[in-house]
């Protein structure tokens, strides 16, 4: 097999050299010039420019790249396969990354753990992964935002826009992390007036703007008059709900430009407060931190600026709510709290802060949504 | 609630159904000359990417179409050009065109993924009714009408004049065809390259007016799928027309059912447009026979 | 002797003479492609080379993309020597995977032997099964195999989905759905020493048994006599039917295979990582090799060798990552175009004795 694999190989080899005369390799140079460097790999599922969770990493990546002794090597659309692995490799093989942000949650097991038992020396730390002292290795750690609380603001922000008290989401697929976002957005507008309800659509992919464009389209037909979302790349959404002259709130990263007379607010990732705790680390020879987790007050997460479709009053309902949230100890899923089908899911008494281990396995629509999760 | 999922379905076969009427007639056009393009996909990507790039930089939605129908008409002629060659698989090209189409769009669609172009306006058919769901439904593209128009005009043209005969008899006997002294190639390069203009235009739509938007994710595999319309289609243009409409009409059903309250197996229901197209091949198929209507030169009816 | 004694080496040297001329000038025409956008060619081969081939490293990279490859071409080009076109392999991965975990399940407590043998012996049935159904329809219904296989991919898939995020999902699997896992022990390791994927060693073993059973079987033999002429099949009064439901069944459960493979040595569930294009690579793979089961393993590296040098190009180069699609379109087209270059240089014809 070998010999047959080099022959195939040497052929090509040979071709290119005819197509070219040889010189020496610059891409190279640049970087052995380099070694002093911290490298850090970002490692992204989708393109970089989705308007959306890829471009929020992408965006904090730009601001590292600008910083002294920070080089930054990136690559798009890598598959949650062992593709994935081989990228991971081939920036510390072959560029000399020493800390690597894998950013897409099924890059976590077992891609992300595989390589940092055969790299110890490396530092990983991967978005969104449940990071376990006792299961996983001391070179790997997770990070992740709490922004199931912008959410919570978007749904105020909403509650005030609507006129029929019909909300829509749109959301890729029943997961904790999105079941968090779609019942802070129910809880947060029920706050407000409990008598609005959320209707969900799931569209099964992350990415499918031609499914997207059609749910939203089927939530307007509905009398439907806000909408939010949780896919990828929120951008159809946001153009779809301006066309049809209904409200939108963003999620991700600053959608306002694609809708700029229905967009409200947006719930955005402010990933450069995470990236720069932890360059800061790495340059300082520091240990980095295992398990980050941040929400509005950490500045992991921030709001877009209020667009034009929000009123005065929303704008001062969410001002005074993000206020509370501020001040620090404050829970969205708190007791008595039911789901939709009528089963007590948060008992009187008992709250949830954000940063509560039981919600990242939140299996629930609560009361309020409409749709179900199976 | 039976009445929203049809108003749903309705809207969204208008919506929806566009593309696929301009490549199932792309397609349809190119089969008729006894030629299969399976890269139609990649045209359509491309002539989404080139239509939202022109209207981004002419200010122009309708430069942006005749941009996309050029771009196709150059990557069809390049692929009957190719097959015209002998020797040439012309299902293999289209494989190796759809990849070389789609690399390009997103090669160079990269700096008109964030820009909003304009795009075209929709006509308010629905302009007497009180009802803002069955006005949207009814807010069509004037594409729509375009595609229409060019399948009555296919159909006739391949009744009633010399051209379209000619590619029919191109289409059906090659023996036929060189006694008549016809030109075979240079038909086949016609129809191919004709045909790849009209599935730029259906990618024209995806970018200029339903969803509206450049982005490497876009197409949903309209473009191959559009090979099996044309087959359900029997190769007839008309029948193009109801093909891609009940196509897009059950690709409807799955949001509209979830927004009424039918949650359970949406995968499934996404799926609908699938199982459609799978059972009407099978209850129209002959078993062992060639399909009536098709083109007796073509490489996959053998 | 016949004064033409070279021919036969002649008509080899042919069938890779154009295919490398080809290769030549889509580099060439590449090449044109950078310097018109001011890049370097000379950079970019480089960095080709360094990405695919440069070092142990790479070639692992390189062989490790190419692995699952070679079981999905087979999907395509064993059905492909009867003149069918089957497209839909994705499914049979997908699906060849999912049931390989689920019929594994009972047994994860036992041996990992008889765990792999079972995901083994399932997953290549599920794979035959979902392709057969296609090759079913043309053979008995008369209905289209690459529309058929086409649609039921679509339809495979979102079984595949339906079911892996529902009534089969693990409820610990939270942010990713899943089934639940085989468990680590009876995991596939990598090929001893060199660290290379297990379903590597498999594919090539795929690849010459059907190899000999295509070009030294007498059924193989029948069915290139199909893929040449169908009527004239049926008028020798060769089982035309059963070879097509035979072709499409060993096409699929190759493909199957290499879902439960993925399984085994790579997830250790079945989910959605499944679904990532392998059966459609495959379709590229199969037309570039002309459905030879052997001439697959080259191009299976050529493509695999692509993929792990494309990541080098984006970040050295800050190419975008469709850079190697645009290459792998002009390397297709004109090695497809090259076909027509037979039997135009009279060198390689048959030379009448003097």
Same mark, same amino acid.
């Given at each position: ?161 609507t006129k029929s008290k019909k909300l829509g989401f749109i959301a890729a697929k029943p997961i904790p992390q999105v079941l968090i976002n779609i019942n802070s957005f129910a809880l947060g507008a029920k706050s407000v ?182 | ?66 941009? $996309?129908?050029? &771009? !196709?008409?150059? @990557?069809? /002629?390049?692929? %009957? *050009?190719?097959? #015209? +060659? ?104 016609? $129809?191919?390259? &004709? !045909?790849?203009? @009209?599935? /730029?235009?259906? %990618? *024209?739509?995806? #970018? +200029? ?94 | ?213 295509i070009y030294r079987t007498t059924t193989g033999f029948a069915s290139r006599v199909t893929g040449g002429n169908i009527r004239a099949a049926r008028l020798q009064g060769l089982p035309v039917s059963k070879l097509i ?110």
């Open positions: 097999m070998r010999p047959n694999d080099s022959k195939s190989a040497g052929t090509s080899r040979r071709a290119v050299l005819a197509g070219m005369t040889a010189t020496a390799a610059t891409a190279l140079a640049s970087n052995q010039a380099l070694a002093k460097d911290l490298v850090v790999g970002f490692i992204y599922v989708g393109a970089k420019d989705d308007y959306g969770y890829n471009q929020a990493h992408a965006e904090a990546a730009a601001i590292l790249k600008k910083m002294p002794g920070v080089k930054v090597v990136e690559e798009e659309k890598v598959p949650e396969t062992d593709d994935v692995s081989k990228t991971m490799e081939s920036m510390i093989k072959l560029d000399g990354a020493s800390l690597v942000f894998p950013t897409s949650f099924g890059y976590f097991d077992p891609y992300m753990l595989k390589m940092a038992a055969k790299y110890p020396k490396v530092e990983f730390r991967h978005c969104g992964g449940l990071w376990q002292k006792d299961k996983h290795p001391a070179n790997t750690g997770s990070y992740f935002g709490y922004i199931g609380m912008g959410q919570y603001l978007n749904g105020i922000a909403a509650a005030h826009a007036d409990p008598s609005i309800t959320t209707k969900v659509i799931f569209t099964g992919e992350w990415s499918m703007p031609v499914k997207e464009a059609e749910a939203t389209n089927s939530l307007a037909d509905q009398g439907i008059d806000v909408v939010t979302c949780h896919v990828d790349g929120p951008k159809v959404i946001m153009e779809t709900a301006e066309r049809r002259g209904i409200f939108a709130c963003g999620y991700h990263a600053d959608q306002a430009k694609l809708a700029p007379k229905g967009y409200l607010t947006g719930a955005e990732w402010n990933w450069i407060t995470v990236y720069k705790q932890f360059i800061a680390d790495a340059q300082a020879g520091k240990p980095l931190p295992n398990f980050v987790r941040g929400g509005l007050t950490d500045k992991f997460v921030k709001m877009s600026p209020y667009g034009p479709g929000l009123n005065a009053a929303g704008r001062k309902a969410v001002d005074a709510a993000k206020a509370e949230i501020l001040k620090g100890g404050f829970a969205v899923f708190k007791g008595p709290l039911k789901d939709n089908k009528g089963n007590i899911v948060v008992p009187a008494g008992k709250s949830y802060p954000e940063t509560a281990v039981e919600l990242e396995s939140q299996n629930y629509l609560v009361e309020g949504v409409l749709g179900s999760i199976s | 609630m039976i009445d929203t999922v049809a108003l749903a379905m309705l809207g969204g076969s208008l919506r929806v159904s566009t593309p696929f009427l301009f490549v199932s007639l792309g397609e349809c056009l190119t089969e008729k000359a006894g030629r299969i393009n399976l890269g139609n996909e990649g045209v359509l990507v491309l002539g989404a990417m080139v239509a939202y790039a022109t209207s981004y930089e002419t200010g122009n939605p309708w430069a942006g179409i005749a941009a $996309a129908a050029i &771009a !196709g008409l150059l @990557l069809g /002629g390049l692929h %009957g *050009a190719i097959c #015209s +060659l002998t020797r040439v698989n012309d299902v293999a090209m289209g494989i190796a065109l759809m990849l070389a189409g789609t690399g390009t769009a997103f090669f160079f669609g990269k700096p008109y993924v964030q820009p909003s172009a304009p795009l075209l306006p929709g006509i308010p058919l629905g302009f007497w009714s009180d009802s803002p769901q069955l006005r949207n439904a009814l807010n069509v593209c004037p594409l729509f009408f375009l595609g229409l128009l060019a399948a009555f005009v296919m159909h006739w043209g391949f009744r009633s004049t010399r051209m379209g005969l000619r590619i029919r008899i191109v289409g059906d006997s090659q023996d036929a065809a060189l006694a008549l002294g016809l030109p075979i190639n240079r038909t086949r390069l016609f $129809a191919t390259a &004709a !045909g790849s203009a @009209l599935a /730029g235009i259906g %990618g *024209a739509f995806l #970018s +200029l007016y339903y969803p509206g938007s450049w982005n490497e994710g876009l197409s949903s595999g309209q473009g191959l799928m559009a090979v099996a319309l044309v087959v359900f289609a029997r190769w007839n243009p008309i029948n193009c027309i109801y093909a891609s409409l009940l196509f897009g009409a059950a690709g409807a059903l799955g949001p509209s059912l979830q927004t009424v309250g039918v949650t359970w197996g949406y995968y499934l229901f996404y799926a609908a447009p699938y199982v459609v197209t799978l059972t009407v091949l099978i209850l129209t198929a002959r078993g062992g026979t060639a399909l009536r209507g098709m083109p007796g030169q073509l490489s996959i009816g053998r | 002797m016949s004064a033409d004694a070279t021919y036969p080496l002649r008509r080899s040297l042919e069938a890779v003479f154009a295919p490398l001329l080809a290769l030549l000038g889509a580099l060439v025409l590449f090449s044109v492609f950078l310097v018109g956008l001011g890049q370097s060619p000379e950079d970019f081969f480089e960095l080709v080379w360094d990405g695919a081939f440069g070092s142990w490293f790479s070639m692992q990279n390189t062989l490790q993309r190419a692995a699952p490859l070679l079981l999905t071409a087979l999907c395509v080009a064993i059905p492909g020597q009867l003149g069918l076109v089957i497209i839909g392999g994705e499914a049979a991965v997908v699906l060849g995977g999912l049931a390989a975990t689920v019929c594994a399940l009972p047994f994860v407590n036992t041996s990992p032997i008889l765990v792999l043998a079972v995901m083994a012996v399932t997953g290549t049935a599920a794979g035959a099964l979902w392709i057969g159904i296609s090759g079913w329809l043309r053979a008995k219904r008369g209905v289209n195999e690459t529309i058929a296989s086409l649609v039921l991919a679509y339809i495979g898939l979102a079984l595949f989905n339906h079911l892996v995020e529902g009534v089969l999902r693990d409820p610990a699997s939270l942010n990713k759905p899943s089934t639940c896992g085989i468990g680590d022990a009876n995991m596939l390791d990598t090929v001893p020493w060199l660290e290379i994927h297990p379903g590597l060693p498999v594919g090539l073993l795929a690849c010459i048994g059907c190899w000999i059973f439901l035979l072709a499409c069944a060993i096409g699929g459960g190759c493909a199957g295979l290499a879902g439960a493979i993925e399984v085994a040595a790579e997830y250790g569930r079945a989910n959605a990582s499944l679904n990532a294009g392998y059966g459609y690579t495959g379709i590229l793979i199969a037309f570039l090799a002309r459905f030879n089961p052997l001439t697959v393993i080259p191009m299976a590296v050529l493509l695999g060798g692509l993929g792990a040098a494309g990541g080098l190009l984006q970040r050295r180069m800050g190419l975008p990552d469709a850079t190697v699609q645009v290459l792998q379109g002009m390397i297709f087209i004109a090695i497809l175009a090259s076909d027509t270059l037979y039997g135009r240089f009279q060198w390689f014809q048959p030379r009448a004795a003097a």
